[in-house]
């Protein structure tokens, strides 16, 4: 791949865009099969919506398990949905209110069998329904309402109190563009590789994958539900050390540039998620600091990236950490 193809690639990816999944992968599981929801895997919505008082949108819950606490709105996406719709869908059903979402702020995982997205939204108008009172309570919610977070209030869990303080730092000063999923498909749970080094003097290189077509790496996370060390960052770890010695070198994962999710076709298995996910490579040496660390092999090499207005770009989400964080 020569530079300018490398430097459309990243900027669709720096733009939050999707990008076709390779039909083989850089770095796989021996054992890989296709992720299919409620099977295999599940994805778990969950919404919150800031009024102009900057109260949040609550509801009570009707399950056995936890009838009368209070939790954001949230519940499994179902068979054929895409990401976004799930939201809308879980969000009217609780909470009685139709919504706009407005990017994704978290992503959460206990290994890649269960994730959850979490979205900052805006309730709409007049016209996007009515706040669910106490005569409406159904299956999916007793009632909702908006809550100051300083009135005591009986929580279904203490988990969503950081997760309420993202939304409400991102709104008054959000510190990644806007980052909702796109729709294309993918059969695994995947993570395209944005492995970067950059200098002292902000010399930056990006790793490509040059077998084939050349890409920007691909790998996949392992969904055995024996292997006890399977999530996200492991499979990037997985594809680091596949082409660059370790321990001679420190990997950090700093999230999400985007994301993208189909789940709509009823004859191609596209229940998996690919994250496009930007990583830092440094020398444990410190003093090695000038060029980026030797690869083995030739499956993969380091291109320098020199087109201004991209290099800067992408200098400024590593420096700032302007990406959806990865909770594992």
Same mark, same amino acid.
């Given at each position: ?17 999707? %990008? ?33 008082? &900057? ?12 009838? &009368?606490?209070?939790? %954001? ?17 879980e969000v009217k ?57 300083? $009135? ?34 993918? $059969? ?11 200098? $002292? ?32 960052? /492991? ?13 001679? /070198? ?7 540039? &985007? ?7 009823? /004859?191609v298995k596209c ?56 909770? $594992?």
């Amino acid at each position: 791949m020569d530079a300018g193809q490398l430097e459309t690639e990243l900027q669709a990816v720096l733009d939050g865009h999707g %990008l076709p999944v390779p039909d083989t992968y850089d770095a796989a599981p021996e054992s890989l099969e296709p992720v299919v929801l409620r099977k295999n895997v599940c994805y778990i919505v969950l919404g919150i919506l800031l009024n102009e008082q &900057g109260e949040v949108l609550m509801i009570q819950e009707a399950k056995r398990a936890c009838y &009368g606490k209070w939790y %954001l709105p949230a519940g499994r996406m179902e068979l054929g949905e895409t990401i976004l719709e799930a939201l809308k869908r879980e969000v009217k059903e609780e909470t009685g209110l139709e919504c706009e979402p407005g990017t994704l702020l978290v992503v959460e995982e206990r290994g890649p069998c269960w994730i959850r997205f979490t979205f900052l939204a805006e309730p709409k108008g007049a016209l996007g329904g009515f706040l669910k009172a106490a005569q409406d309570a159904d299956a999916e919610s007793l009632q909702a309402k908006w809550w100051d977070r300083e $009135s005591p209030l009986p929580l279904r869990g203490k988990d969503i109190l950081p997760l309420i303080d993202v939304a409400v730092r991102y709104r008054a000063n959000p510190w990644h563009p806007i980052t909702l999923p796109k729709e294309m498909p993918c $059969s695994v749970i995947s993570q395209r590789v944005v492995a970067t080094f950059v200098n $002292s003097s902000k010399d930056l290189w990006v790793l490509q994958n040059t077998v084939g077509k050349p890409h920007l790496p691909v790998t996949v996370c392992n969904m055995s539900p024996t292997e006890l060390r399977s999530s996200i960052k /492991v499979a990037i770890y997985r594809l680091i050390k596949q082409c660059i010695l370790l321990p001679q /070198v420190q990997l950090k994962t700093h999230g999400i540039l &985007g994301l993208q999710h189909l789940g709509k076709d009823p /004859v191609v298995k596209c229940d998996g998620v690919c994250f496009n996910v930007l990583v830092t490579v440094t020398h444990a040496n410190q003093r090695l600091c000038d060029t980026p660390p030797e690869l083995h092999g030739e499956d993969f090499q380091w291109l320098r990236v020199e087109e201004g207005t991209l290099k800067s770009a992408l200098l400024q989400r590593l420096s700032t950490f302007a990406v959806v964080p990865i909770y $594992s």
